[in-house]
């Protein structure tokens, strides 16, 4: 199985800031990679498929790159409603698998 | 706009079965896969299984071959079974819309979750 491991677990910024995360597949996956935001108590949303294409209505401060084993994230403006846990997912192989997720808090 | 909605029990018996239902508004359900995910408290998402158009179904091997996906046409849903359910199973649940092997390979449209206990 493909495990895939996230940096950081957590992490603090303020509004206006760029913020990275970054996911790392434990073999290559090519771009099957993608990228879902969570708020507390309600689904995931995708953001991001294919490592790097945006999910239709996503804002475009969102952006992801990567290939292979090595992916990033990157918020290039934070707003307030951005505040939220972030998890990659691998699409290449069976079973598809999840990072652990980071936490993205408020300074 | 497609919808899911994730029913069922929200407590079940150690050793028990679990049972959910996800009912499909605006697509068809023959005409995509459907997965089922779950999140345990204070942990990742775990992908569960999936059903392929309504035909095949392939599973997490973790959950050594107790998930069982089937669909209800008639119904528009789908469901899953969890047997020999433990404490591990407590988790939320969701459904969510399955692209694998289209451009867009992802889960795009997800269920509000529900939360199952596995308690005595």
């Known amino acids: 199985d493909i495990q895939m491991t996230q940096s950081p677990s957590s992490l603090s910024a303020s509004v206006g800031d760029r913020v990275t995360i970054t996911c790392r597949a434990s073999?290559?996956?090519?771009?099957?990679l993608n990228w879902y935001q969570q708020t507390p108590g309600k689904a995931p949303k995708l953001l991001i498929y294919a490592a790097s294409s945006l999910h239709s209505g996503v804002p475009s401060r969102f952006s992801g790159s990567g290939s292979g084993t090595d992916f990033t994230l990157t918020i290039s403006s934070l707003q307030p409603e951005d505040f939220a846990t972030y998890h990659c997912?691998?699409?290449?192989?069976?079973?598809?698998?999840f990072g652990q997720g980071t936490r993205l808090e408020m300074k | 706009q497609v919808q899911l909605q994730e029913s069922g029990p929200g407590l079940v018996k150690p050793s028990e079965t679990l049972s959910l239902t996800c009912t499909v508004s605006g697509a068809s359900i023959n005409s995509y896969s459907w997965s089922w995910i779950r999140q345990r408290p204070g942990k990742g998402l775990e992908w569960v299984g999936y059903?392929?158009?309504?035909?095949?179904?392939d599973y997490n091997p973790s959950l050594k071959s107790r998930a069982t996906i089937s669909v209800d046409t008639s119904k528009n849903q789908f469901s899953l079974k969890l047997s020999s359910v433990t404490a591990a199973d407590t988790a939320v649940y969701y459904c969510?819309?399955?692209?694998?092997?289209?451009?867009?390979?992802?889960?795009?449209?997800w269920g509000q979750g529900t939360l199952v206990a596995v308690s005595s």
């Open positions: 073999q290559s996956i090519g771009s099957y």
């Open positions: 969510a819309r399955d692209h694998s092997g289209w451009a867009e390979d992802a889960f795009d449209v």
């Open positions: 059903i392929y158009y309504s035909r095949d179904t």
């Open positions: 997912q691998q699409g290449y192989s069976a079973p598809r698998s």
